[in-house]
């Protein structure tokens, strides 16, 4: 059990490196192998600190309950082990599980509207009678550029009857809309999001375009492929892999949905503070101070798109094969 | 064979030092510095600086004043988002993480909140209670619980009726003395589509108002834990009432007062008045167009029964836990908020709230107002509706969570849920909340 041998370490661990060439002084010396280490040092500190150990503090935090006697906890506190309560407890609020659900309809309805606009802003963009591609190109990158906060502003203002424009339009054709109401506001944020968004997954669809050889247009132009044959035939079956990751993030994305919500629920009361999963975390770890349930929440959140994300990569996947 | 390879140590290694680092991460706010010996005052000579985290606008002049006249402790203000728009996040977070400044601006309501994260002094160990005869009473029991003081009144929010004569005179309306008068009023608005006032489902802090004026006390502190009621007749009158109001249509749901849309209806007379803390004053006087326009009159009453205001809204200083320097942070909150010079500092600079001190209102507020057509609504309106406040009502360690519960049921009024049955519901839950922070709690016996 010489775990520091020379011999022993060659060729295994995560550093193991094609043997010596011969010629070089005898085995590796100690430095060669710790010089990886070394450079990878910085980051993994970093990411440790800042990402690995936050997890398990939070793992560890959302099986701890705190327990106090008197009329505000003077007379005791205490912190023990909880087994699952706080995530009985997470799912025991309607709220919180009403929220997961409104962002899962949020997603198959916003999801797919996004991943069709994109696909079709990038393939239009990327055919040859395109006019003008690189100007559009960053037209449409652009509201990606503004931080969401502020989108939701602008957008907000646009929401709120008796400011915004859009109700002067609508009442010359007869309609009052409501943006804010009840049933409405979700689709007035999906409506910010697909905004924000839809320029950014366009361009990494542009991008795998882009990488499409010229061949495969040149043997199509050959063949008298029309445009749409194009498409469907070539780039279509091509930029899959955009598509998927596209999608993957956009899932993701939406189970982290925080900052419209927050910020759109200044101008409408339809916004609970629970609207989100990630606003229902927020609003318990800081509003109401129960770190411990807030944890729970926030694991079952990761846990929720974990499923989720490879729930559709396995989907995609059989599908291809 | 060894087993062992770099990455199993290295990971063993990454192991140990997690184990020592999450020792340090337990649950914060579980220790309380109540219990600990109290902290001496700074030795004369040695020049001390207190932080103050507040989101009243320009602070840091009214500390200068202070500053000037008390070299060896300076006050230094940090602004933060008002209350639960992300101050008492950062706050918390502060407290959690052991640190946070010795004077925090929280508002009354959320002082049981802080405590139960044992993030307040009890001032009264360092003397608050010689205090206490300068403050108006119905505040000093807001911020007094089972003997002990956890912060000094800082303002508050005596509620009135602002309204537009011109727009009530559409009906040939004047001020209406009791709620049912209110409700008359409105129904003839509405013939002019024009609402009387709104009713925010999505801010249940209004409705607590309405029911503590009608005389509810929903929840108190007792020997053996607390006890809650609020199914009392007071609170279901109440309820009672904005139910056929919303039925009838006769108040604005679709958004609250001081929103973007409520300034526009305000400004263009659809929408006529607001009943709203005394603070509303200088919110109002951002409607466009509105100056001379509006004026202040007593709160509608519940016919004879409860009291004649409320108080919506209202802070303290509040001295944190890990302050270093109690007494001395105490010293400067009793200053800014009975002195003189510190009342008209607060009020120029910030446009505080009402003053907590019953014997001086400020200089600014005994002149007559412009905006409000040269009428003195300080001494006439805001004075009296200061003492006739419910002396009973007594705040709770999870009023925010309970205000949530309520606007979640009051949002449901549109589905059909009555006010009436989200309230009782609400009761049910907040009662839920509370065992499951570990306090105990009973319904009280009928």
Known sequence: MTATSPTARTGRGPSAQPPARPGKRGDRTGAASRAPWLLLAPFLALFILTFVLPIFVAVLSSFTKVTRSGLFGEAGVKSEFAGFSNYAQALADGSFVASIGRMLLFGVVQVPVMILLCTVLALMLESASAKWPGFFRAAYFLPYGVPGVIATILWSFLYVPGLSPLFDVAALVGLTPDFLGANTVLWSIANIVTWSYTGYNMLIIVAQLKAIPGELYEAAKVDGASTWRVALSIQLPLIRPALVLTTVFSIIGTLQLFAEAQVLKTVAPAIDSQYTPNLSAYTTAFAYNDYNVAAAQAVLIAVAAFVLSFAFLKFTNRKSS | ?446
């Open chain 2, 1 to 446: 064979m060894s087993r062992f390879t770099r990455r199993q140590l290295l990971s063993a290694g990454l192991g140990t030092a997690a184990m020592g680092l999450l020792s340090g991460c337990a649950t914060p706010g579980i220790r309380s510095v109540n219990t600990a010996p109290v902290l001496a005052p700074a030795a004369s000579g040695e020049k001390i600086t207190l932080t103050y985290w507040c989101w009243l606008k320009d602070a840091q002049k009214v500390a200068d004043i202070w500053n000037a006249s008390h070299p060896q402790v300076q006050v230094e203000v940090v602004w933060i988002p008002g209350g639960n728009a992300g101050g008492y996040q950062k706050l918390y977070s502060a407290l959690a993480a052991g640190g946070g400044p010795d004077l925090a601006q929280v508002e009354m309501r959320s002082l049981p909140e802080f405590m139960l994260v044992n993030g307040l002094v009890d001032v009264a160990r360092y003397g608050a209670q010689d205090y206490a005869h300068l403050y108006d009473q119905t505040l000093w029991g807001q911020v007094s619980f089972s003997g002990g003081v956890y912060g000094i009144p800082q303002d508050s929010g005596p509620m009135a009726m602002f309204y537009q004569p011109a727009v009530l005179d559409q009906v040939g309306g004047t001020n209406p003395g009791t709620w049912d008068e209110w409700a008359a009023l409105a129904r003839e608005l509405r013939k002019k589509d024009v609402y009387l006032d709104c009713f925010p489902l999505g801010d249940a802090s209004v409705f607590t108002a309405f029911a503590a004026q009608a005389g509810a006390s929903w929840l108190r502190p007792e020997e053996d834990g607390w006890v809650i009621n609020m199914t009392d007749d007071a609170t279901m009158k109440v309820a009672r009432f904005f139910d056929q109001a919303i039925d009838e249509d006769l108040v604005q749901t679709a958004f609250g007062a001081y929103s973007p849309g409520w300034f526009a209806a305000a400004a263009k007379g659809t929408i006529a008045s607001v009943v709203s803390g005394s603070w509303g004053d200088a919110l109002i006087e951002g409607v466009s167009g509105g100056s001379g326009k509006w004026r202040v009159a007593p709160m509608p009453t519940w016919d004879g029964s409860g009291f004649g205001s409320s108080y919506l809204g209202g802070s303290t200083a509040a001295i944190l836990a890990n302050s270093k320097h109690p007494r001395e942070a105490l010293e400067f909150a009793v200053w800014m908020t009975t002195s003189r010079e510190g009342i008209d500092a607060e009020i120029t600079n910030s446009g505080i709230g009402w003053s907590p001190s019953p014997d001086f209102i400020g200089t600014p507020r005994q002149a007559p107002s412009e905006f409000f057509g040269g009428q003195s609504y300080h001494q006439e309106i805001f004075v009296p509706a200061a003492r006739q406040q419910n002396e009973d009502w007594s705040w709770w360690p999870v009023t925010q969570q309970s205000f949530n519960i309520l606007s979640d049921g009051f949002r449901k009024k549109a589905s059909g849920t009555s006010l009436v049955d989200s309230v009782a519901a609400a009761e049910q839950q907040i009662m839920t909340v509370f065992r499951n922070k570990g306090l105990s709690i009973r319904k009280e016996a009928s």
